[in-house]
């Protein structure tokens, strides 16, 4: 497990969550349950912005099978259960948790 703050790998989840996520990218967005349908096969890292269940993870783990990361925030973090940790452990896949506090202001979405 890794927690990061606001550096660019944050910066670039950030700004891919207002975009659909296309062939070319390498990070997707997962807000509820229909965004796995966009979800291209070769995307190497997914952050879940609500939440992770076992549900979500699997259906996930199907659809992009090169799955290495997955960033959540620390909110959802806490709400996993061990059943879904387990899972991600056992697939050998990263998980990242983020310190960020809810969305980026005014002034950090211009800068960035």
């Avoid at 969550?17 to 997707?28: E, F, L, M, T, Y």
């Avoid at 993870?57 to 099978?65: A, G, V």
């Avoid at 059943?83 to 969305?103: C, F, H």
Wanted: glycine letters at 6%.
């Amino acid at each position: 497990m890794v927690i990061y703050g606001q550096n660019e790998e944050m910066k670039q989840v950030q700004s891919n969550r207002s975009r659909p996520v296309s062939s070319n990218s390498k990070i997707g967005v997962i807000s509820r349950y229909s965004d796995i349908e966009g979800l291209s096969s070769d995307l190497l890292q997914i952050h879940f912005r609500k939440f992770l269940n076992c549900r979500i993870l699997y259906r996930s783990l199907e659809r992009c099978n090169k799955l290495k990361i997955i960033s959540v925030s620390k909110s959802a973090y806490s709400r996993c259960d061990e059943k879904t940790l387990n899972l991600i452990k056992q697939r050998g896949i990263e998980i990242k948790v983020s310190r960020g506090k809810g969305r980026p202001s005014l002034l950090e979405m211009i800068l960035w």
